[in-house]
């Protein structure tokens, strides 16, 4: 009897202690967090995996593992421009910088827009320029012209009007009157321009040069001399004083219609002449004598200019020398 009894809590015990354990291992698993799972990164479309089985690996590969692959890089060349377009004069423009800004010769710009052929100086705030794709002349085809008789004027081959696409001309060649043709390469001959000025007799004792010249005013130079620029350009605030260059006798005073605007003109009795155009005022008079440094006006933007600026010339006789040469 005693046997059986204690077989039976024997077996009770176990069952109890089997709950128990099954009761505190799901406490354990409960309180068990599962690792995160690392998963590689996120590969961008330009990078690649290389093995590599032959010989050495060049430089750019890493044994066979995550490399940055070459991103190749297309540089697109700067076409050029096929076609004639306008431009409209701003502030503190010249010939020399708006050419620069289109990569074509000064020249090309005062060839192309009538009234500047003879003298840059005649650009005016607003005006509409014309601006062709390429260094050489504008020719306005008159009646009687030929492509023989315009490359000769404009010193080019016939092939240089007729392969040139902007021209769109094709065989047989037959050109209209009033279309406009460009003429890359070609080129028109200077005409110097003159003013008009004082040509009587000067005193004898008239103040005369000494052949060396200094600065007319402070400033920087926005403009040098060139072909068809023949003076320097001295930028600078207006109201800045001018002075003569040399010593010599005021042959012109007055207003320039050709574009100069207020505008000095000094005889130095020596064969040399200096001018001082877009002048704000002058403080000399016609047919007086000054003096070497004296104050002979201040810097404007009178006549074409579009910035203040003193256009300064030195002429020997009658041929425009460049001051750059004789200034110190």
Known sequence: MLPLIAEK??????????????????VLVGQWEMPEAKLPAARPDH????????????????NGSLIKAPVPHTTIP????????????????????IAERFGISPQTIMWSNGRLEDNPDLLSLGQELVILPTSGVYHIVEEGD???SI????????SAITEYQVNGLKEPYELTTGVALV???????????????????????AAKG????????SGYITQKFWSHHRAVDIGAPKGTPVVASDSGFVVYAGWDDSGYGRMLLIDHGNGWHTLYAHLDVYLVDYEQSVAQGQQIGTIGRTGNATGSHLHFEIWQENSKRNPLLFLP
């Open 151 to 158: 490359a000769q004027k404009y010193q080019v081959g016939v």
């Open 47 to 62: 990078w690649l995996t290389i093995s590599w089985s032959r010989g050495d690996p060049p430089k750019w590969v890493d």
């Open 146 to 148: 030929t492509l023989e």
């Open 183 to 205: 003429v890359p390469g070609g080129e028109k001959p200077y005409i110097p321009k003159f003013v008009h000025r004082y040509t009587g007799p000067i005193p004898e004792d």
């Open 210 to 217: 000494s052949g060396n010249f200094v600065w007319p005013a």
């Open 9 to 26: 809590l024997l077996g009770r015990y176990a069952s109890h202690m089997t709950v128990v354990l099954l009761i505190g291992l799901a």
């Open 78 to 97: 700067e076409r050029p421009r096929l076609e004639v377009i306008t431009y409209t004069v701003q502030t503190g423009d010249s010939v020399f910088g």
